[in-house]
């Protein structure tokens, strides 16, 4: 079992650019959350999904910020025309559902915007 | 709103010395608490999961405690060596928040040789 799976590892982007961030989930697990850690802040929710479907999508950005789980595939976190404030650890976590499970992390998409 | 507060903020102690990290929540109404470890430019690692119908679990070392009436939570860390520097993260699971996780800010832990 390869654990939750995120890519790329560190990313860096102009300003104005497109940021895609992947994360493959748990075998088995079919919700996947993605959380933002600015620098020197703890770690704060963003979007919930499962397998086509946003459940809960209450911490993301208004603009520029969009999140999809296809059928198939991993799920991505998209970044429209990056600004230095995006510049973040960007984690994703899955579970195998909605009941009282702990959640597995990803080891983390560094974003930098230059 | 679920607030998740841990003291302290930063500890740094000899090794061999047992030690308490603590976390405090607002909101009671909670499926599980999840104590995490992350290492400096890395992921995190689950440590320990307590469910809300449960007072405490162990793995190793470790021991984690809930006391969920009145919304905290310790972990303690017994005979701790250097290789447990690391940031310690307490997270809350709601009962009605869509199943996120409220995190707290963290311990930074420092075990000096």
């Known amino acids: 079992n390869a654990g939750v799976m995120q890519n790329p590892r560190h990313l860096v982007r102009r300003r104005g650019q497109e940021a895609r961030l992947r994360c493959s989930p748990m075998?088995?697990?079919?919700?996947v959350y993605w959380y933002r850690q600015l620098p020197e802040e703890g770690l704060k929710f963003m979007v919930y999904?499962?397998?086509?479907?946003?459940?809960?999508e209450s911490g993301m950005p208004k603009e520029r910020f969009s999140a999809e789980f296809p059928k198939e595939g991993p799920s991505i976190l998209r970044i429209q025309q990056v600004v230095r404030g995006d510049s973040a650890a960007y984690f994703c976590?899955?579970?195998?559902?909605?009941?009282?499970?702990?959640?597995?992390f990803g080891s983390g998409t560094r974003l930098t915007v230059v | 709103k679920q607030e998740v507060t841990q003291i302290p903020a930063a500890l740094s102690v000899p090794e061999g010395e047992n030690l308490v990290l603590n976390c405090s929540f607002t909101?009671?109404?909670?499926?599980?608490l999840q104590w995490f470890r992350q290492d400096p430019g890395k992921g995190l690692t689950s440590l320990l999961l307590?469910?809300?119908?449960?007072r405490e679990q162990t793995s190793g070392r470790l021991n984690a405690s809930l006391d969920k009436s009145s919304g905290r939570s310790t972990l303690y860390i017994a005979a701790s060596q250097p290789g447990d520097s690391a940031t310690y993260l307490c997270a809350v699971r709601q009962e009605t928040s869509g199943s996120r996780l409220t995190f707290g800010e963290g311990t930074q832990l420092t075990v000096n040789p």
């Open positions: 307590i469910q809300s119908s449960q």
């Open positions: 976590a899955s579970s195998p559902g909605r009941g009282p499970y702990g959640y597995t």
């Open positions: 999904l499962q397998k086509e479907n946003i459940i809960d």
């Open positions: 909101d009671s109404a909670i499926y599980n």
């Open positions: 075998k088995g697990h079919s919700h």
